[in-house]
C-alpha cells in the first residue's frame, strides 16, 4: 500500500509532470511554428527584384529559423532533463522539431561534400 502512494520516478508530483508536459508541448509547437513562418519569408524574399528588400526578407526569414531552432533546442532540453516523467507523445513532440533540422543540415552538409 505504501508503493500506491509513494511519487512517480523523478521527485516529481503528478500536477508538476501535466504543466511540465504542457510546457514542453507549447514550446515545441512554437518551434515548429517558426521554421514554417519561415518558410514563405524566405519565398518573398528570393522572388523581390530589390537587393535591399531581399536582403531584409532573407534576415526576418533567418531570424525565424535561428528562433525556431532555439525553441527546438530548449523543448529538446527541457524533456531531455525530464525524460522519465513524461509521456511517450510529449517526449517524441519535443524531439521531432530539432531531429528533422539536424537531419535536412545533415542531408545538405552530404549533398555539399559529394559535388
Do not use: K
Amino acid at each position: 500500500m505504501a508503493e500506491a502512494d509513494a511519487p512517480p520516478p523523478g521527485g516529481a508530483s503528478g500536477g508538476d509532470t501535466v504543466r511540465r508536459a504542457r510546457r514542453v508541448r507549447s514550446i515545441a509547437v512554437w518551434s515548429v511554428a517558426l521554421f514554417v513562418a519561415a518558410v514563405p519569408v524566405a519565398f518573398v524574399s528570393a522572388s523581390l527584384g530589390n537587393a535591399s528588400e531581399a536582403q531584409t526578407g532573407s534576415l526576418l526569414a533567418l531570424l525565424f529559423w535561428l528562433s525556431g531552432f532555439v525553441a527546438a533546442v530548449w523543448a529538446f532540453v527541457v524533456a531531455f532533463r525530464h525524460w522519465d516523467t513524461l509521456p511517450l507523445g510529449t517526449r517524441w513532440l519535443a524531439s521531432l522539431p530539432l531531429l528533422v533540422v539536424l537531419t535536412l543540415i545533415a542531408l545538405v552538409m552530404l549533398a555539399l561534400v559529394s559535388f
